[in-house]
């Protein structure tokens, strides 16, 4: 950040008056320029006992495999954001959506609400930022082509839950 | 936002090519200024049968009783936020933390990560952000005074857990 959204005026780097962090504060208005972490929200869709994953069709990791996951949108619900993602990415409807875990990524400034839920209809295509969407039984998961950590870590917990019986809201840290 | 951040020209609501929504886009570098709803960590402190509050000293709601809370910190977990809010508006150490809600506030574009915790000492104290910092018996709780929607949502909730005998973590929204 290098120049103050409001009034366009160059910004410094330092902790302001009455805080203990540096922001991006502006020279000329003097507005505090905070950055926050961000939410991704994301879908473990179960169709009967097989999940469904989509092929990646944009970088980063073009081509790997992923639960249907994005940024969390102003003015939306982290459930609404998930159902959309799943919607956009795997054109999916899913139903019966509950909280499954919570993936604090703090090098990235990410936190993963993730969901599960069910395949409400048998339909389902790739969206315009995947190339290819499949439902794919436990031994069929491709563990070694998954494009992201947090995505291995989830599903790893979600066969875990599976054998036990039980499935509960976790938090986990995927730290670098 | 009127100027880009990073060039420091005006910049354009619009819809992004490859986009559906309208976002704040430079005019002249073409980045995209992306808006996320913020996350806020809190916690509810149980000290034997009664929970912590905090009076605030700051607005908004100067004067009213809240859960320590606060926005989550980039490069941090939602745990330690909520372990960090604790300390700095109570002078409280807290243990034995856990997941307790996640509340979305879409009008406003925040979403809750809610913990429950143990005071891990008898100490406590205002931070600069409280007026006050006290223990509550159930029957003590200042619900005509509670600073937010989303503290008296959560203590009902509390409550209601704690006679049935069961708390897990939950999702709930509240809409204007």
Redesign the interface.
Known sequence: ????????A??THRVPV?DN?PR?VCDQCGRV???????VAGCVVECESRLLLCRRAIEPRRGLWTIPAG??????????AAIRETLEEACARVEAV??YG?Y?I??I?Q?Y?MFRARLATADFAPG?ESLDVSLFAEHEIPWDELAFAVVARTLRRYYEDRRSGVF????D?LLR
Chains 1, 2 share one sequence.
């Open positions: 950040m290098n120049y103050c959204s409001h009034c366009g160059s910004v009455g962090l991006h320029h905070y950055q926050n972490p961000k939410i940024f969390m949108e102003n003015g939306e619900t982290a459930t609404q509950s909280l919570v604090n703090p090098h400034n936190v609400l315009p509960t809201a976790h938090v840290d």
